[in-house]
């Protein structure tokens, strides 16, 4: 029977999370270590100077083992992989998470940089993401049949499949589009708004994004810009194949 470990950068209590393990406990024996708190944004860090706590965790699906853990998400892959695990994953499968991770996004992905962190181990990993709504119609529909394939598709060292979700009504959404590269462009263009000055004559500011809905041909935005689920395979420094 497969090995199969499940993070995410949401947190151990995320309905991502509780969804995707639901779709995998058809291919595998599942294991769950996931942070105890919101990660998103932290990309591949890990903590190599401060300690790790991990412990038990109730997980609301019969016959899983859970752990939560409060280091980031690609920490949580390398502590349970290789400490908690008794055996190494055959799977690593990092999502469902709230919000898209495509386009120059997957570099400060905490879901990508724990299924890179999976891919660097030498375990086959799949990271799994939607549009932050709570429209789940297109993913539920196509989550266990795209499980299916990537599962039973080899990669080469190094590289994930990368799969994204439109919030869209199952009617609206076009299908499935595979082999999509990774665009240049950004869902938000950022800038930074002033919040609050500071005695020491600095200042405190916040993120303001804009939101942006163009990008290129063949590319995994277009295709989610579009409603399409957005399949591809990305390398470790965010390069499709």
């Not at 709570?134 to 799969?163: F, K, M, Q, S, W």
């Not at 063949?218 to 395979?233: C, F, I, K, P």
Request: net charge negative; aromatic share 8%.
């Amino acid at each position: 029977m497969r090995r199969i470990l499940i993070t995410n950068d949401d947190g151990i209590d995320a309905d991502g999370l509780l969804r995707l393990v639901r779709a995998a406990k058809d291919f595998g024996e599942v294991w769950v270590v996931a942070p105890d708190g919101q990660r998103s944004s932290s990309s591949h860090s890990i903590n190599i100077r401060n300690t790790i706590d991990i412990g038990p965790y109730p997980f609301p699906v019969e016959g899983v083992k859970a752990f939560w853990c409060s280091g980031s998400p690609a920490d949580c892959v390398r502590v349970g992989g290789v400490h908690i695990m008794q055996e190494k994953p055959d799977i690593v499968l990092s999502g469902i998470n709230f919000g898209y991770n495509s386009a120059t996004d997957i570099q400060y992905s905490g879901t990508c940089g724990a299924a890179f962190e999976g891919a660097f181990q030498g375990w086959h990993s799949i990271a799994v993401s939607e549009q932050a709504k709570e429209c789940h119609e297109v993913t539920d529909r196509y989550l266990p049949e795209l499980l299916a394939e990537l599962i039973e598709t080899p990669l080469p060292y190094g590289t994930i499949h990368n799969v994204n979700f439109p919030g869209c009504p199952l009617a609206e959404c076009r299908g499935m589009l595979r082999n999509r590269t990774v665009s240049r462009s950004m869902f938000y263009r950022d800038g930074y708004d002033e919040v609050q000055k500071l005695e020491s004559g600095g200042r405190r500011v916040i993120v303001n994004g804009q939101p942006n809905r163009t990008a290129e041909e063949g590319t995994d935005m277009r295709a989610l810009v579009e409603n399409y689920v957005s399949v591809g395979v990305v390398n470790n420094v965010g390069v499709s194949l």
